[in-house]
């Protein structure tokens, strides 16, 4: 007989107690709450940065951009150049028409021909307005007149101004007054007859120019400001 097996010594081997109730789970912990310290901070950076765009957003808004000293966008400049002073010179005014253009929220640039005199003896003088809603056109306006053989200082009409003289064939007077610059120019011109010969009009001397049109420069520019 197979007795049961005994440790060394004579105690009798011990069977370990198995269990047979299940054990129940442990109740889930309750959420933790988040620290109150990083809850402030969390709102103050979001402040701050609400407070940030806000300050930038006012400053963008706030750019007043250049003084453009009461000029103004206009869609008639031909009936603002009256031109009268070319007219005591030319004769009688005709036709006129706009020019090319350009229309942006950085320029805006208007042109216009205007016609004096009758039959062969009719003339034209030219009128360009630019005003400059963002860059200062003054630093460039010197050297843009040097290039154009504008190089005849004329005082007392604008910040700066420039006459071209062509002698008896006319000429071009540049003028920079603030943000807006201007230019009028008048010169001998030709035309074709019905056999194909070009002939020179027969236009007044036009030497001395510069002196009507200065005139009708500082005429326009108030005009451009109503």
């Given at each position: 007989?197979?007795s049961e097996p005994e440790l060394e010594g004579g105690a009798p ?43 930038y957003a006012s400053g963008q808004r706030a750019e007043p951009g ?127 007859t019905e056999e194909g010969v070009v002939v020179e009009r027969g ?24």
């Amino acid at each position: 007989m197979i007795s049961e097996p005994e440790l060394e010594g004579g105690a009798p081997f011990e069977t370990a107690e198995v269990l047979t109730e299940e054990r129940a789970p442990r109740p889930p912990r309750p959420p933790r709450g988040r620290t109150p310290w990083l809850w402030a901070l969390g709102g103050a950076a979001v402040a701050s940065a609400v407070w940030g765009a806000g300050l930038y957003a006012s400053g963008q808004r706030a750019e007043p951009g250049p003084d453009l000293g009461g000029y103004r966008a206009v869609d008639d400049l031909c009936a603002r150049a009256e031109l009268k002073g070319m007219a005591a010179v030319l004769g009688k005014r005709g036709s006129a028409g706009a020019g090319p253009e350009v229309v942006d929220p950085a320029l805006e640039q208007r042109s216009c021909t205007v016609n004096f005199g009758e039959g062969d003896r009719e003339q034209s003088v030219n009128v360009t307005y630019t005003l400059h809603r963002v860059t200062d056109p003054g630093p460039e306006f010197a050297a843009r007149a040097k290039y154009s053989d504008l190089t005849e200082p004329v005082g007392g009409v604008g910040e700066q101004a420039f006459f071209g003289d062509q002698g008896e064939d006319g000429g071009m007077l540049r003028v920079l007054d603030g943000q807006a610059v201007l230019e009028l120019d008048v010169y001998r011109t030709y035309y074709e007859t019905e056999e194909g010969v070009v002939v020179e009009r027969g236009a007044p001397d036009l030497s001395g120019a510069d002196v009507p049109l200065t005139q009708d420069a500082l005429a326009l520019m108030a005009a451009l400001k109503k």
